[in-house]
């Protein structure tokens, strides 16, 4: 079993910066692929980053170039920095590890960012 704990959510004025921090523990596999995802009150989730154990990156369209994923593996921990934040990244954001071996993808229980105009 694999535990994700997001933090770092919070009130941001638009324009301003927050990072994301989600910490892994449990029965995890050094192979696998950290991600965040996020969802907007009557949207679909969906994916905003995501960071291979080799370190590959891959953005949305929508954050590429304000968002920035990053692991720490001796600490199980992906970060997520956003800058540039607009009012439209208000979501819950979700960490997500998806273990390679198994295909199963687990979900941390989310965090509340919320950027005003």
């Known amino acids: 079993q694999v535990q994700l704990v997001e933090s770092g959510g919070g009130l941001v004025q638009a324009g301003g910066s927050l990072r994301l921090s989600c910490a892994a523990s449990g029965s995890i596999f050094s192979i696998n692929t950290l991600g965040w995802y996020r969802q907007a009150p009557g949207k679909q989730r969906e994916v905003v980053a995501g960071?291979?154990?080799?370190?590959?990156?891959n953005y949305a369209d929508s954050v590429k170039g304000r968002f920035t994923i990053s692991r720490d593996n001796a600490k199980n921990t992906v970060y997520l920095q956003m800058n540039s934040l607009k009012p439209e990244d208000t979501a819950v954001y979700y960490c997500s590890l998806l273990a390679t071996m198994t295909g199963y993808r687990y979900w941390g229980q989310g965090t509340q960012v919320t950027v005003s105009s």
């Open positions: 960071i291979s154990s080799g370190g590959s990156t």
